[in-house]
């Protein structure tokens, strides 16, 4: 199976910057999309920024110009820089890898990390 572990979650103050990565291990031949999401309490799920396989990048409208979204395929690993934080950017980050193709299967998955709290101080 695929597992997907993120890092990189904290508290900030408002201004301050982080980095999430997240990291996919598994029987993995290729990933097609790479996202981060985020929930904050009381809210649902949002996508926060994906990007695909071969590099094109799509965002929130309420992140652009403030988070970027990069991958390193090799290392099956995406990563999200993040600045000029806000204290309504606080939420638990979910990284997804989506359309997987494993080693041994024609099938394509998706999976889920298990999220990272974030955490910005007004």
């Given at each position: 199976q695929v597992?997907?572990v993120?890092s990189?979650g904290?508290l900030?103050?408002?201004?301050?910057?982080?980095?999430l990565?997240c990291?996919?291990?598994?029987?993995?031949?290729?990933?097609?999309?790479m996202a981060?999401?985020?929930?904050?309490p009381g809210k649902?799920?949002?996508l926060?920024?994906r990007i695909?396989?071969?590099?094109?990048t799509?965002?929130?409208?309420?992140?652009k110009?403030?988070?970027?979204i990069?991958?390193d395929n090799?290392?099956?690993?995406?990563?999200?820089q993040?600045?000029?934080?806000?204290?309504e950017d606080?939420?638990v980050?979910y990284?997804a890898?989506?359309?997987?193709?494993?080693?041994?299967?024609?099938?394509t998955?998706?999976?889920?990390?298990?999220?990272?709290q974030v955490?910005?101080?007004?």
């Amino acid at each position: 199976q695929v597992q997907l572990v993120e890092s990189g979650g904290g508290l900030v103050q408002a201004g301050g910057s982080l980095q999430l990565s997240c990291a996919a291990s598994g029987s993995i031949f290729s990933i097609n999309t790479m996202a981060w999401y985020r929930q904050a309490p009381g809210k649902q799920r949002e996508l926060v920024g994906r990007i695909i396989s071969g590099g094109s990048t799509d965002y929130a409208d309420s992140v652009k110009g403030r988070f970027t979204i990069s991958r390193d395929n090799a290392k099956n690993t995406v990563y999200l820089q993040m600045n000029s934080l806000k204290p309504e950017d606080t939420a638990v980050y979910y990284c997804a890898a989506q359309g997987v193709k494993l080693s041994h299967s024609v099938r394509t998955y998706d999976y889920w990390g298990r999220g990272t709290q974030v955490t910005v101080s007004s």
